[in-house]
Nanobody, 123 residues
Framework: QVQLVESGGGLVQAGGSLRLSCAASGRTFSSYAVGWFRQAPGKEREFVAAISRSGASTYYADSVKGRFTISRDNAGITVYLQVDSLKPEDTAVYYC????????????????WGQGTQVTVSS
């Protein structure tokens, strides 16, 4: 089992940037594909981005393509989500999740989740 902890959220003005981190403990994080999701108030949780176990492949929701970048460090301990050109509609709690399955273009099948980090974008 792997435990996930997100950090890096905060309050930022529209057009600003943040770097979200997802740190893992427990089993080797490099054995898992990792995804980022978000949930805005009153809305369902939605998929944002995912990265393969090796880091060689990534997949993004259309709403964030070109603005968000997912990456993972070589030590296999942390996965990052660089969020640029933020918009008020990006305001949400952002969660990272992990799965053994290699199919990162599927938003399902994530058994391990962090507690989330709040991102608030002011206009």
């Amino acid at each position: 089992q792997v435990q996930l902890v997100e950090s890096g959220g905060g309050l930022v003005q529209a057009g600003g940037s943040l770097r979200l981190s997802c740190a893992a403990s427990g089993r080797t994080f490099s054995s898992y594909a990792v995804g980022w999701f978000r949930q805005a108030p009153g809305k369902e949780r939605e998929f944002v981005a995912a990265i393969s176990r090796s880091g060689a492949s990534t997949y993004y929701a259309d709403s964030v393509k070109g603005r968000f970048t997912i990456s993972r460090d070589n030590a296999g301990i942390t996965v990052y989500l660089q969020v640029d050109s933020l918009k008020p509609e990006d305001t949400a709690v952002y969660y990272c999740a992990a799965k053994i399955s290699p199919y990162i273009n599927s938003p399902s099948g994530y058994p391990y989740w962090g507690q989330g980090t709040q991102v608030t974008v002011s206009s």
